[in-house]
């Protein structure tokens, strides 16, 4: 499967934004699919997670109450609704797609089979 995230752009803080990821393929909805971001100089970190069916989510404690992950299966695509936006939150955004279930290892760069090309939130003060 093929990514392609989108959506990154430029935002004063306390602003918001909306990512895409589009997948290529016709077995997304068997896909968990997840958020990750690398600020600079930084290791690359988890961000949010969601189940094929979305029956689970998971956020990281640095965005909860902030972002949303969701997705729609019918147009292959998982969001991410980044609200509240702090200068912290600036990076590069990548999707990822899983074959297996992520439950327990949602957080893990490992668990996750495809990568997009990452899309760049910068967010100012």
């Known amino acids: 499967v093929q990514l392609q995230a989108s959506g990154g752009g430029l935002v004063q803080a306390g602003g918001s934004l909306r990512l895409s990821c589009v997948a290529s393929?016709?077995?997304?909805?068997?896909?968990?699919m997840g958020w990750f971001r690398q600020a600079p100089g930084k290791e690359r970190e988890f961000v949010a997670a969601i189940s094929w069916r979305g029956g689970n989510i998971y956020h990281a404690d640095s965005v909860k109450g902030r972002f949303t992950i969701s997705r729609d299966n019918a147009k292959n695509t998982v969001y991410l609704q980044m609200n509240s936006l702090k200068p912290e939150d600036t990076a590069v955004y990548y999707c990822a797609a899983s074959r297996f279930h992520i439950t327990g290892r949602y957080s893990s760069e490992g668990s996750y089979d495809y990568w997009g090309q990452g899309t760049l939130v910068t967010v100012s003060s």
């Open positions: 393929g016709r077995t997304f909805s068997s896909y968990a």
